[in-house]
């Protein structure tokens, strides 16, 4: 089945440790997105990319960095300069074709400081 | 910030219907609205959208107010696992515009 697929589910890390989500789609989706949620609150957008080798900051960019050399895949690394990276990270995908199609998601990746 | 507003929360009988509300009174009339549910540790789930005009499918029915300020979420026969939290979104239809999650409502469908 077509879908978005987030790896690994749990993650956890060292001080001072990047650590890389991955996102892939088969839904031949152009574009791409990642998000941030915290505890009872809603999603804010890290970063997105609209075609391929071409992404832009969303509005909690600082400490993340990410590529997008295939369609399929948008990884996001969370640096060490993330002061506090604790956080359930999102990403969704959607179409760009039709400029009203809403986003799907993935099941996200939780990830801890130790 | 969201352009939305929802109740924190709401309760539903199993079985009967559940009505969700949404103001949005500072709608473009470029704008959508959508509605997601997230349900625990997973991620948002797309239930439905629309522009002016109502618009069902087999998860729900959205009801727009003629001067689209507000709208209502409607589960017809709620069950156990409609149990989530529920977010309504309004976007406008142009790229670069991307989807802010408020807060929204949760609701408990209970037994």
């Known amino acids: 089945d077509g879908g978005i697929t987030q790896s690994p589910k749990y993650l956890f890390r060292k001080e001072g440790q990047n650590v890389t989500l991955s996102c892939e789609q088969n839904?031949?989706?152009?574009?791409m997105y990642w998000y941030r949620q915290d505890p009872g609150q809603g999603l804010r957008l890290i970063y997105y990319?609209?075609?391929?080798?071409?992404?832009q900051k969303g509005d909690i960019a600082e400490g993340y960095s990410v590529s997008r050399e295939k369609k399929e895949s948008f990884p996001l690394t969370v640096t060490s300069a993330q002061k506090n990276p604790t956080a359930f990270y999102l990403c969704?995908?959607?179409?760009?074709?039709?400029?009203?199609?809403?986003?799907?998601f993935g099941d996200g990746t939780r990830l801890s400081i130790l | 910030d969201a352009k939305t507003t929802q109740p924190t929360s709401m309760d539903c009988a199993e079985g009967r219907a559940a009505n969700l509300p949404c103001n949005h009174s500072?709608?473009?009339?470029?704008?959508?609205v959508y509605w997601y549910r997230q349900i625990h540790s997973q991620g948002p789930q797309y239930i439905i959208h629309?522009?002016?005009n109502n618009e069902t499918n087999e998860m729900a029915s959205l009801i727009i107010t003629e001067d689209r300020k507000s709208s209502t979420l409607i589960l017809p026969h709620a069950t156990l696992r409609d149990t989530a939290v529920y977010y309504c979104i309004v976007r406008a239809d142009n790229y670069g515009q991307n989807f802010v999650f408020g807060p929204g409502t949760r609701l408990s469908v209970l037994p």
């Open positions: 969704a995908s959607s179409t760009t074709g039709l400029r009203n199609q809403p986003q799907h």
């Open positions: 500072t709608i473009s009339g470029n704008e959508y």
């Open positions: 990319s609209q075609i391929v080798n071409d992404f």
């Open positions: 839904l031949n989706h152009d574009a």
């Open positions: 629309g522009l002016k």
